[in-house]
């Protein structure tokens, strides 16, 4: 299969269509990219569209390095920051996020599947396609003809059109449709309308009491370090714990819709989870007043560290102050940092965020083994 008139004949039909949206690819989908700005009125489909190719492009495209270029949650993580990108460039208007990334044949030795991810991202839905080709079956070129398709096609559904028909599967090969309908608190988080919401109840707006022992995390995924700290914290607080998902964090990309329903899924059942809009601990701070966090050693660093307020020591100090103001503290726990475990005696931290916080020692709680281990346990190369 490659490019031909028919492809043209639908960049037409989506241009003829209401919705605009940013397309971003990592490989695969050039030749679609191409149909749709050679087509007329592009610019009725179009808002942007960017192929940030090598690790470090891709890292800054998404705010945060994904664990691997070609993946499904790389990309979901691509469309929705697209989707982001375009409501700053037209944030009156109801926008699309679309990505594509691939690993298909190349001028040299290849190892792993050949494989294709495309994600749509809306205000109301995150939907993943996915399909793995048969390896050696088809040219180079007609592995990008079957993506450019696929990604004429996302767009098809980000406009509320049906997709063109895709070409004769071979034998094996099945086309993976993965979706994910937002419930109306979560768009409103996603959309700006609002910091906060109670991840599992729509019908509250805002909290009512304020938590008073609150997990910030990613929680990608939950493991049973996760779970045992969230239990000595309470024995030692005699708080009930309520965890906090911040959808937008700092080093790393956006959750989407169905990235929050996972990690929301592999959390216990009976707790309160927060979903948030709050990526630092001075907007934590302003949103729950007088609670305690629960941080890693790890995070605290960050917290103490100048780079994360543009090196500015005074602006540090003023953050440090704001969350003193609000009458939060830190519990805090040790891990394993480089070759040694690391507590809160073992780092250097400015007065004014030492005097915030309670340490829990080695001897009380122990867990070496962390998520990004947990998600990969082997080296992966897309």
């Known amino acids: 299969m490659t490019t031909t008139d028919a492809d043209v004949t639908i960049a037409t039909r989506l241009h003829a269509a209401p919705g605009r949206g940013v397309v971003v690819m990592t490989s695969g989908g050039s030749g679609a990219l191409a149909t749709l700005l050679r087509t007329p009125g592009a610019s009725r489909t179009v808002l ?16 945060g390095a994904p664990d691997r270029a070609c993946a499904p949650d790389t990309a979901r993580a691509m469309a929705m920051a697209a989707f982001h990108r ?11 996020g679309v990505s594509c990334t691939a690993s298909l044949a190349t001028d040299r030795d290849k190892r792993g599947e050949h494989r294709v991810h495309v994600a749509v991202q809306t205000s109301t839905a995150s939907d993943l396609f996915s399909v793995e080709l048969t390896a050696g079956a088809r040219s180079r070129s007609e592995e990008e003809a079957v993506c450019d ?66 997990f910030p995390g990613a929680f990608n995924p939950v493991h049973a370090g996760h779970l045992g700290m969230a239990r000595l914290a309470e024995a030692y607080t005699g708080l009930e714990v309520e965890f906090e998902l911040c959808i937008r ?19 216990p059942e009976d707790a309160r989870v927060w979903l948030t809009t709050t990526p ?22 960050r917290i103490a560290a100048a780079r994360y307020y543009s090196g500015d020591e005074d602006l540090r100090n003023r953050a440090l102050r704001h969350i003193a103001a609000a009458q939060c503290r830190f519990l805090v ?36 083994l962390s998520s990004t281990q947990l998600r990969m346990p082997h080296t992966h190369h897309g």
């Open 249 to 267: 964090n700092v080093d790393k990309p956006p959750l989407n819709y169905a990235a929050i329903r996972e990690r929301l899924g592999h959390l």
């Open 333 to 368: 726990f040790g891990r394993r940092l480089g070759d040694r475990f690391s507590g809160l005696d073992d780092i250097d931290l400015p007065n004014a965020l030492r005097g915030l916080c309670t340490g829990i020692s080695e001897a009380e709680f122990r867990h070496d």
């Open 48 to 63: 942007e569209a960017t192929v940030p190719y090598e690790a470090g492009a891709l890292a800054d495209f998404l705010g």
């Open 86 to 96: 375009a409501r700053i460039l037209e944030p009156d208007a109801e926008v699309f």
């Open 149 to 214: 398709r696929l990604l004429l096609n996302a767009i098809a559904e980000a406009k509320g059109l049906a997709p063109a028909p895709m070409p004769d599967w071979l034998e094996g090969e099945t086309l993976a449709e993965l979706r994910c309908h937002a419930p109306a608190h979560w768009r409103s988080l996603v959309l700006g309308k609002r910091q906060v919401a109670d991840a599992r109840h729509a019908a509250e707006p805002e909290p009512g009491p304020r938590p008073r022992l609150v």
């Open 280 to 301: 630092t601990f001075v907007d934590k701070a302003t949103l729950f007043p007088g609670a305690t966090f629960m941080v890693g050693i790890d995070t605290l660093e």
